[in-house]
């Protein structure tokens, strides 16, 4: 994989490989998370994907790309630690390269917006409404909101329903705009051509926008809290939910990171610590599992479990943990944790859209190993690294999502 900064607050990431029949093609505006914008940044890809000068309507997009041998144009809208990562995604064959390119650039720069706000922002409010029926994922979205109150990780990936509701032509129009000049860009292109060619398809357009990019700050570590914090909400649920987050410091290296990374399967990937002891030892939960949030350094468990069992559950998820912290875990734990990881890698390299979400991801993050990097790193890294990474996060909030009494 090659990155270059093609101008201002631009980067370009390609890899040039025939192993695929199909090419991806993504661009993402990306901005620190704001409650205030969060919804126009979800709203504005799905609008954009609408229609464009050259090509008004949805037909006549769709009809258009048709004409490219099936390609797709796709709005996609991420939350990636405390950034929002929004823009479109197109899947295509090589010899559409230049049609595709040209097509995502004419709706990125010369999009109809006034004519489908109205529409896609009542999908939006579907979709955010949406969002809250999925239990589920809906715990650990408040364990966020509520766990880090006023900082960018609490808000939610397509905003807030009042704040959709509110959202107008004019005020869409107008953080179009901003989103154009001020944001930084992203774009990752696999396939054949070389970036050379890419770079040439796409910077004319963007040295054309007058833009006026200025990088923004990285945000302040949160505050690591002496005490972990309980929060209950009470929602038409049968099945209650438990979310728990622990919070690291900052990564000093990859083997803190590949380190921290296996400490979290140990205890919640698969058939982890919680899988076999909170849900098949102890039929505590119906599920359970947990995960690190590679942008934030945080873990993640989360459980559906009856009312009645919701004290011992979650006491039994935290002493799991503690026992990875305390190195409670075998040979065997570290080798299935390791094959279940390099598993994942290897199915994400196997593909261009898995290259694409490991990429963006890693370009989010400002940082720049590889798929081989990481399992490198991860063939070296021993029961010490594992504990030592675990030791180093603090429990930090605890959620429960449970029905009224």
Not at 149 to 178: D, N
Not at 347 to 366: H, I, M, V, Y
């Amino acid at each position: 994989m090659t990155r270059t900064v093609i101008a201002p607050g631009i980067a370009l990431n390609c890899v040039t490989t025939g192993q695929f029949k199909t090419n991806v093609l993504t661009l993402y505006f990306l901005r620190r998370l704001d409650a205030a914008e969060a919804a126009l940044n979800a709203l504005l890809p799905s609008v954009m994907r609408r229609g464009n000068a050259k090509y008004p309507d949805l037909k006549a997009m769709s009809d258009a790309l048709a004409d490219l041998y099936g390609a797709s144009l796709i709005p996609s809208v991420v939350k990636r630690g405390e950034l929002h990562c929004f823009g479109l995604a197109s899947t295509f064959i090589s010899e559409s390269l230049d049609g595709v390119a040209g097509l995502m650039l004419d709706t990125v720069f010369e999009p109809v917006l006034s004519h489908y706000t109205e529409s896609e922002r009542g999908n939006l409010i579907t979709r955010i409404r949406s969002a809250k029926n999925d239990k589920t994922s809906y715990a650990v979205q408040r364990l966020d909101a509520l766990a880090c109150e006023g900082t960018p990780y609490a808000v939610a990936r397509l905003g807030g329903e009042e704040s959709a509701a509110a959202i107008t032509k004019p005020l869409l129009e107008q953080h179009y705009l901003e989103v154009l000049k001020t944001s930084r860009v992203e774009i990752f292109y696999c396939g054949t051509a070389e970036p050379e060619r890419i770079k040439a398809i796409l910077l004319p357009r963007f040295e054309a926008a007058n833009r006026n990019y200025s990088d923004f700050p990285k945000c302040e570590n949160d505050i690591l809290r002496n005490e972990p914090r309980y929060f209950t909400e009470h929602e038409d649920v049968e099945q209650a939910k438990l979310a728990i987050m622990w919070r690291g410091g900052e990564y000093e290296n990859l083997r803190d990171f590949i380190s921290a990374y296996t400490a979290s399967v140990i205890y919640g990937g698969g058939a982890g610590k919680l899988f076999e002891n909170v849900r098949e030892r102890l039929s505590l939960c119906y599920y359970a599992n947990a995960q690190l949030d590679r942008y934030k350094s945080v873990i993640k468990a989360s459980s559906g479990v009856e009312a009645a069992n919701i004290d011992r559950a979650r006491d039994e998820m935290l002493a799991q943990w503690n026992a990875v912290t305390a190195g409670d875990f075998s040979d065997d734990d570290i080798a299935h944790a390791k094959a279940s990881m390099l598993n994942a890698w290897l199915s994400a390299a196997d593909s261009p859209a898995g290259l694409e979400t490991f990429w963006q991801g890693q370009a989010a993050s400002e940082r720049a190993e590889s798929l081989e990097d990481w399992s490198a790193e991860l063939e070296t890294v021993g029961k010490q690294d594992i504990v030592g990474a675990a030791s180093g996060f603090t429990l930090d909030a605890v959620y429960c999502m449970r029905a009224k009494e």
